[in-house]
């Protein structure tokens, strides 16, 4: 198995611009998740989903962060407009049930300018 | 209070000795504890987890849980410079039992 796949290894864009960032999950896991790493805040929970459906949007800063599963192989992370402290790294993890192990993705690090 | 705290560190410890690495957690509902490791810049993967009151050993780590007191610990034993990486511990059983939160992470440097 590839493991959990992401895409952009690296993105920099400008202040104002859409971002799209992207996650293949590895076959057969049921959970989902997005979460967002920066010095200073450590390693943030944004949104999970349950077989496609998100469960805790909680953790999405605001209304300029959506995510979406239309289906088990595939999820995408869209923030518009973005914004310099957007800045992070963003992982995607996937587990093959409830509180079962996490793999993570090797995360996109994203630049604000 | 943050849900899940740890020492930021740097810890120091210097090879072949125990490392200890602690966390607590404010949710007492909280069912399944995790250690990752992560190196630097790279993503995060699991070395133990628990679920029960007591120690869980895996080779040279031991995971060790007080629900009571809210407090979970890792110990490395015969540290080696590979193990110089951060620390995240992680909690679930918040609100729901998938919901998984990480602390802050502690930096453990091992010195030969």
């Known amino acids: 198995d590839a493991g959990v796949i992401q895409s952009p290894r690296h993105e920099v864009t400008e202040m104002g611009q859409e971002v799209t960032l992207r996650c293949k999950p590895i076959?057969?896991?049921?959970?989902l998740f997005w979460y967002r790493q920066t010095m200073m805040r450590g390693l943030e929970l944004l949104i999970y989903f349950n077989n496609n459906v998100p469960i805790d949007d909680s953790g999405m800063p605001e209304d300029r962060f959506s995510a979406k599963m239309p289906n088990a192989s595939f999820s995408t992370l869209k923030i518009q407009p973005s914004e310099p402290r957007d800045s992070a790294v963003y992982f995607c993890a996937s587990s093959l049930a409830e509180n079962e192990k996490l793999f993570f993705g090797s995360g996109t690090q994203l630049s604000v300018l | 209070q943050k849900e899940v705290e740890q020492n930021s560190g740097p810890l120091s410890v210097p090879e072949g000795a125990i490392a200890s690495l602690n966390c607590t957690y404010s949710d007492r509902g909280s069912q399944s504890f995790f250690w990752y490791r992560q190196y630097s810049g790279k993503s995060p993967e699991l070395i133990m987890f628990i679920y029960s009151n007591g120690d869980k050993e895996d080779g040279r780590f031991t995971a060790q849980l007080n629900k009571a007191s809210q407090y979970v610990s890792l110990l490395i034993r015969d540290s080696q410079p590979s193990d110089s990486a951060t620390y995240l511990c992680?909690?679930?059983?918040?609100?729901?039992?998938?919901?998984?939160?990480f602390g802050s992470g502690t930096r453990l440097s091992i010195r030969p």
């Open positions: 992680a909690v679930s059983g918040y609100s729901s039992a998938s919901k998984i939160i």
């Open positions: 076959s057969g896991h049921d959970y």
